[in-house]
C-alpha cells in the first residue's frame, strides 16, 4: 500500500475512532468543553491565554467555552497569589469525577472491543500503537 493510500485510511479509522469515543464519554458536553476541561484537569490550573493556545482556538472563544463549564460548576476561577491581575482556572471536584469518568467508559468501551478481537489481531494492534506513537512524536 502507498503511503497516500495508507494515509487516506489512517485519517479516517482515527476521524471515525475519535467520534466514537466521544459518543462513549456520553459527558454532556460539547467536544470544545470536554477537550478543554480534559487539558485543565491535566495541565492546571492554567490561564485563559495559557487554556486557549494549548486548545488551538482564540481567547474570546475559550472564555466562552470556560464561562459554560463554570456556570455547569466544573471549574473555578481564582486569582494569581503573585498578580492580581491573572486569572486561573482548575477543575472542581465535580469536573475532575466527570473527566476521569469519561475515561473509564471510553476505556471500557475500546478495552471491549479489542476483547473481541482474536489473539493474532490483538497482537497486531499491539505492534501497530508503537508505530502510531512514532508518528505522533514531535521531531527532534
Not at 40 to 53: F, K, Q, S, V
Amino acid at each position: 500500500m502507498q503511503p497516500t493510500e495508507s494515509a487516506a485510511r489512517l485519517r479516517l479509522s482515527a476521524t471515525r475512532l475519535a467520534r466514537r469515543l466521544r459518543h462513549e464519554a456520553d459527558a454532556g458536553l460539547t467536544p470544545s468543553q470536554l477537550s478543554a476541561l480534559a487539558v485543565i484537569h491535566h495541565h492546571g490550573p492554567l490561564t485563559l491565554g495559557a487554556l486557549a493556545e494549548r486548545e488551538g482556538v482564540a481567547p474570546p472563544s475559550i472564555t466562552k467555552i470556560v464561562n459554560n463549564l463554570e456556570e455547569q460548576g466544573l471549574v473555578a476561577r481564582t486569582g494569581d497569589p503573585d498578580d492580581r491581575r491573572v486569572t486561573r482556572v482548575a477543575t472542581s471536584d465535580a469536573g475532575d469525577r466527570l473527566v476521569i469518568e469519561s475515561r473509564r467508559r471510553k476505556t471500557a468501551w475500546l478495552a471491549g472491543r479489542i476483547g473481541q478481537l482474536d489473539a493474532d489481531q490483538q497482537r497486531r494492534l499491539a505492534d501497530a500503537l508503537d508505530v502510531l506513537d512514532l508518528l505522533t512524536e514531535e521531531p527532534s
